[in-house]
């Protein structure tokens, strides 16, 4: 069995655990780094971060590249970045990462996110 392939097992097998749960908020990190939290949002536990609210579970992509397919968007970053707010609020159906390491990731009712 290669790397790849069970990299792919291990990590299908962690994401299973947000299939079905609800995107409750989209956000970006350190410059344009997407963050999707799902499941009941609590406060961050440092007193400094108090005022801002984390998922039960953190989808977060690190140095990749993305786009929210079939929503028509002009190609400049604030316009992704208010598109992807369509995310909130929907339920993850499906999250396949390929050979190359592209993930694909799929909401109900909501076009799809590609990196």
């Known amino acids: 069995m290669s790397q790849i392939f069970k990299f792919q097992i291990n990590l299908n097998q962690i ?3 947000i299939i079905g749960k609800t995107c409750n908020q989209v956000t ?3 410059g344009d780094e997407l963050l999707l939290d799902f499941g009941e949002m609590t406060p961050y536990n440092h007193p400094k971060l108090r005022h801002l609210r984390k998922g039960t579970w953190q989808l977060s992509t690190r140095a990749t590249n993305f786009d929210l397919k079939k929503v028509p968007i002009k190609d400049t970053k ?5 598109n992807l707010h369509l995310l909130e609020n929907k339920k993850l159906t499906n999250f396949v990462i390929d050979t190359n390491k592209n993930f694909q990731l799929t909401c ?3 076009t ?3 990196s």
């Open 78 to 82: 604030d316009a992704k970045k208010n």
């Open 15 to 17: 994401i299973q655990k």
């Open 112 to 114: 799809n996110l590609y």
């Open 108 to 110: 109900h009712n909501i």
């Open 28 to 30: 970006f990190t350190y």
